[in-house]
């Protein structure tokens, strides 16, 4: 049975990066689209990028662009999620995914996909 390990999350200040990384086991992650999302309670798992398995990136959330960074590390099988200048909005729970491909809509293409199991990010001044 194919899992994610996550890690990286914390506590980070205004204005810090941050990486995300997650490491597969039990199945190739580059045959798959993997992607980030974020939820903040109260709201939906929200989908951020999209990395498709051609290593073509789609954005799926207008907080991301420009300070999201989501890459594949081919060679050993993790994936990771980087933020620059982060910022208060930042905050909440992180997911790695990995599904068949990407589409239009995260939420529905990454149903039954494998899952990370989350990992917090807190962003205070």
């Known amino acids: 049975q194919g899992h994610f390990v996550e890690s990286g999350g914390g506590l980070v200040r205004p204005g810090e990066s941050l990486t995300l990384s997650c490491e597969a086991t039990?199945?190739?992650?580059?045959?798959?689209?993997v992607a980030w999302f974020r939820q903040v309670p109260g709201k939906e798992r929200e989908g951020i990028l999209c990395?498709?398995?051609?290593?073509?990136?789609?954005d799926h959330s207008d907080a991301a662009k420009g300070r999201f960074t989501i890459s594949r590390e081919r060679h050993r099988n993790t994936m990771s999620l980087r933020i620059d200048d982060v910022t208060p909005e930042d905050t909440g729970t992180y997911y790695c995914a990995a599904a068949a491909a990407c589409g239009a809509d995260l939420r529905s293409t990454f149903t039954g996909a494998y899952w990370g199991q989350g990992t917090q990010v807190n962003v205070f001044a």
């Open positions: 990395l498709s398995p051609e290593d073509d990136t789609s």
């Open positions: 039990g199945f190739i992650l580059r045959w798959y689209a």
